[in-house]
């Protein structure tokens, strides 16, 4: 077994590390108190050639692996955990079910708008469909060459901004219910219409939206992949989704970490600095052990995912390992910063709001031990 990355996965770690360090970290704060989608950064990572990293360049992507893929999203999201999750959905739920599940006319047609400026967005929530996401109530009735849609998605990451969103919906043929399927809903279709972006705990600088869809008619073309199959579909995109959440949350408990090492050789208590002292040390030992345990969990699902294997359960361990690890980094890094940690003058309290959606976002813990319980058993 090979731990070591290549050197290509090292050069793309170092590229993006230096900007976003440089570049992303130091607005962090000022996007986060006012809410605001940082469209600087997005613009930066499209100049790079990363909003398309794992999609080939055939079509407009970098042709990266996923490894590749989970490096650049830890790397982001250490620096700025909103934009680590537009970048994440954008690729993994906006960009990937395209290339996934597309006919070649729709990779030509979308692939190469998203991989370079355009952004992406996956409606599958609804406002009685998290957990449960096959009892979906958006209907798509097929009227001759048109689909027509109904229904109410929410908490759509990039949802209001997006070019294209990927919408799930209950298909009805002739009065028949055919199961579910997913379609391509364009932003500017009549019909479609984004509703209100919602207040949230963190990562206040990206968008989540409610969007509504009332008679919005689609061309044939617009359905991707086959009909009914659409659940199928949804569960592969989560597979490779939850990859990105958890290089997300490790990103985030990377962050808290080295803060608080930081922290730990600056901060005096009883005439030394507390990194001597051993409840401190302890700390920061288990929070490097949880994060680095969470790593190689990541690099293995995605490896897999790369050598064209079955990663469902590795990508499900990946993600509720590392979200919960980070979990404890970040609730640790509070306590080693005491009151400076929960004042918002640093960083450590944004952290740990920021990472508090990986453990609900794509697939909730509770749900996540499920998947992985179904498969041992």
């Known amino acids: 077994m090979n731990f070591e990355l290549s050197e290509e996965q090292r050069q793309i770690r170092d590229v993006i590390r230096e900007v976003a360090q440089g570049e992303f970290a130091p607005r962090a704060s000022a996007i986060d108190e006012a809410g605001r989608f940082p469209s600087e950064n997005v613009e930066r990572l499209v100049e790079l050639g990363f909003m398309g990293l794992p999609i080939p360049e055939r079509y407009g992507g970098a042709g990266g692996d996923t490894v590749s893929y989970a490096l650049a999203v830890e790397e982001i999201a250490a620096a700025c955990g909103s934009t680590g999750l537009i970048y994440a959905a954008h690729v993994s739920l906006g960009a990937s079910p395209f290339y996934l599940f597309g006919s070649e006319a729709q990779k030509q047609k979308y692939l190469p708008r998203l991989c370079n400026g355009g952004l992406g967005a996956f409606g599958l929530t609804e406002p009685h469909t998290g957990s449960d996401a096959g009892n979906t109530k958006t209907v798509a009735e097929k009227h001759g060459d048109r689909w027509v849609l109904n229904g109410q998605k929410m908490w759509i990451t990039n949802g209001a901004l997006a070019d294209t969103v990927i919408c799930t919906a209950r298909t009805v043929i002739d009065g028949q219910d055919r199961g579910v399927s997913c379609f391509i809903v364009e932003k500017d279709m009549p019909g479609f219409t984004p509703g209100a972006n919602e207040k949230k705990m963190g990562l206040k600088g990206s968008v989540t939206s409610q969007l509504f869809l009332s008679d919005c008619e689609l061309p044939e073309e617009n359905l991707l992949g086959e009909v009914g199959k659409g659940l199928r579909q949804m569960l592969v995109i989560l597979d490779g989704g939850r990859i990105s ?55 293995k699902a995605a490896a897999m995912k790369d050598a064209g294997q079955r990663f469902t359960t590795e990508a499900a361990m990946a993600k509720l390992f590392a979200s919960e690890a980070a979990e404890k980094s970040c609730f640790e890094a509070i306590q080693i910063h005491g009151g400076m940690g929960y004042s918002r003058e640093l960083p450590v309290e944004r952290y740990y709001r920021d990472n508090r959606l990986t453990e609900i976002g794509e697939g909730t813990s509770e749900i996540l031990r499920y998947v992985i319980a179904r498969n041992v058993i």
Do not use: N, P, W
């Open 245 to 299: 959440i958890a290089a997300m949350a490790l990103g985030l408990g990377r962050a808290a970490l080295e803060a608080s090492v930081k922290y730990s050789h600056e901060r005096e208590a009883f005439g030394k600095t507390i990194a001597h002292f051993q409840a401190i040390q302890f700390k920061l030992a288990d929070m490097a052990t949880g994060l680095d345990a969470a790593r190689l969990m990541i690099y």
